[in-house]
């Protein structure tokens, strides 16, 4: 496959490299009538050691052939997007709004996942927590209001509590489709506050791709990816896999605890595809990934022995289906997938002496989660441009199992689900068109309302256009939520058979304005979620989950692109409003958001890029869990990414380096405060939370080798 090869680096504890002092090299080999580059850059990197006289060390290994996604986007109008779509269409020409990251920002930004990506986007605030990993809230909606797809297949089972956003590689990835707004009629629950789809590169263009990079950092990131596809006939195969391991980084303690967590990812893609008859092909695809998180605990005071944990997670993906045009205007996607996701606390006593480990097997402070999920769909569509209706049906079987070690004993914990949906749009005018669908689910396990759906368009003129959307989407409960039994994280859990799915209602309107260089938008939303599912305190600190929540949140997005000859252009602005106590507060807390991002060609062929966000304070009135009112303040913080590319287009070669993270600005700070009857701030306590790993360079070589 082709690739542009980007480095990433995330800082770590004092290791060998920095203590000696290792010095400059670079180096070329010759392997396989390809070339290789190593180049090796020393620079002073004084805030991230306490040790004196440091420096920082980069080796960037790469070895390339043939990159994809390698050159700027020309043309708005011919951009294509599959997401929330009966077949692919302009996107320009759609009910949605749906934004496309090409692989040539992924590369820009230097991603390796979907977490490096998402910090950069506006409504998005991603966090990071040791034992969860990093976790994206969007529209200040909650974690659990995301949907993630990998080709419009859900990445996770949808009963799981968390989604960790660093878990998604995306060497594979030739773009993401970020859809704002609900769809749960076509993607069901979860797809509340947006839908990310991540879209893999599908057929190659020519017989033989191959592609491999990597990254040597002292700073504590090793990274290696490599990739094989190859095409015959009516066949095509593509095959990847890689190591991402990051070495720790020390955080305000100089012992062996560490800020942000040592973590080993290692992955395994494959994809087969087979055109049989016509437009139809036939498709298996298979996605491993492993990872594991090692989290060192305090000295026991007066001893030599320490508590550690080893956070484990293993997702086995595999599955394939029928896709393609069945007529000139219908189209046909049957599909199934197996998924099956295991995490595992492993606890233990370390000997601080010896180094050595003992197992313990204490289920008060370790959990193990096994998910067993199987997703099968069947969709029609028939799309013709010529014709104002067209349609899409569809049917959905999912069946989730879970064997978490507290549920309580006697139930049975799983869930059995069916649904089907219907999508019908009617475009009587070139100027008019209206878009509308139902969902309807059955659950062995609790109740969801039929969901419905509405969207407008109105093209004004040729260059603008008026958009709306009125839609329910839901969120089903979890098995914490329903199965739950014992204690957590200091609390004793009750889970709640009776539990409905969450509901919202959504209105969102948008204004467009686009031609083939230039595209500008803005967007206003409002969603109310009723019964929203939430932890209600009983006697004896016993909490139960209860359809007792509410939540409203507003807000206003603008967004600008322009395409120039020689200048890439994209600023946005969002507003967003959030109340967490409809029922008592009146009032929104509002919070502010700027991204801007440039890439501009120089003569010679140099270009730039930089990728900047700023975020602003972020404030809510809510109930804790132990139902007292309190009053948070998340700090603000900015970051700010700045890139230099070089191509020598006689022998292939470019070479990209920068700066991360500019402002190294690496934590924020929360402050609570209790709100008593009288209404006076009692301040509680100062809450840190991790958002970046601090200031690091990196060094791009490409060599692309085209027959």
Known sequence: MD???????????????????????????????SLVLLLNICAENSPFRQARNCYLLLSVLVFSISAKGDTIPGNI???????????????????????????????????????????????????????????????????????????????????????????????NIERIEILEGPASVMYGTHAVSTVINLIPFQFQSRTTEVFAKGTDVSLGDYNIEAGLGYR???????????????????GIDSGRVLQWKPKNQTFFNAQYRYRFYKGLEAYAFSNLYFDQVEDKGYPVNQSIRAYDHNYKTSRINFGGGISGKLTKYHTLDALFNFNRY????????????????????????RDTFQYSYFFGRAVLSRHSDQNPVNYQLGVELNYQRDNFDKVKKGIYPDITEMAVFALISWQPTEQFGIKGGLRATNSSKFKTPVTPELRLKYHINKNVKVLGTYANAFRVPTFNELFANGPDLGYTLKGN???????????YASLMWHSQKLRLYSTFFVNNRKNGIELVSRENAVYVYRNEGKLRNLGTRISFESIGKNL??????????????????????????????FHIKLPGHWAIASYSKIQGKRRDERRNIKQELEFSVLTGFALSDLSLRKELPAIGLTVMGGLKNIFSNTTIFESISLIDENDLEIFDRKIP???DYGRRFFVTLTYRLKK
């Open 3 to 33: 690739a542009t090869t980007t480095t990433d680096r995330r800082p770590a504890c004092n290791g060998s490299f920095a203590k000696k002092r290792v010095k400059c090299f670079y180096g070329t080999l010759v392997l396989c009538s």
């Open 77 to 171: 109008e011919t951009r294509k997007v599959i997401t929330g779509q009966f077949s692919e269409q302009g996107v320009n020409n759609i009910y949605e709004i749906v934004r496309v990251i090409s692989r040539y920002e992924i590369d820009a930004l230097n991603a390796f996942t979907l977490r490096d990506v998402l910090v950069n986007e506006l409504n998005a605030f991603v966090v990071y927590n040791s034992r969860e990993g990093s976790l994206l809230n969007f529209q200040g909606t909650g974690l659990r209001n995301i949907k993630i797809l990998l080709n419009g297949v859900p990445m996770l089972p949808h009963s799981m509590d968390i989604q960790d956003v660093s878990q998604f590689p995306l060497n």
């Open 232 to 250: 015959s006939g009516k066949n095509d195969f593509q095959i990847y896999a890689g190591r991402y391991l990051f070495t720790g980084l020390q």
């Open 342 to 365: 295991n995490w595992y606390d492993e606890y233990f006593l370390r000997d601080l002496s010896t180094l050595e480990s003992y197992p313990l097997n204490n289920n008060q402070v």
């Open 497 to 507: 058979l009776n539990l409905k799915a969450e509901v919202s209602n959504n209105f």
């Open 568 to 597: 890439w252009l994209k600023i946005g602005f969002a507003t967003t409003g959030v109340n967490s106590l409809p029922g008592e507060v009146g009032a929104y807390y509002f919070s502010q958001e700027l991204i801007a991002q």
């Open 689 to 691: 939370q991790s958002i």
